[in-house]
């Protein structure tokens, strides 16, 4: 995701909550409604058509 969309996520195993990850909340609504977006659009990437057809 960094290359494509300049995102970088914690992996939650580094807290004890695998398999989530881990965002950081310390700005505004509005960043991280975009930065959503864009971990949508990078993830949807690594689906295979199937699956972006269930979702």
């Known amino acids: ?4 969309e300049g995102l970088t996520l914690t992996h939650g ?3 004890g909550l695998s398999p ?3 965002l950081s909340r ?10 959503m ?3 949508r659009r990078a993830s949807s990437a690594l689906c ?3 699956q ?4």
Do not use: H, N
């Open 26 to 35: 310390a700005t505004a609504d509005a960043v991280l409604e975009y930065a």
């Open 48 to 50: 295979s058509p199937q």
């Open 1 to 4: 995701m960094k290359e494509s």
């Open 20 to 22: 989530y990850l881990r």
């Open 37 to 39: 977006r864009r971990i």
């Open 52 to 55: 972006q057809a269930a979702a």
């Open 13 to 15: 195993a580094a807290l």
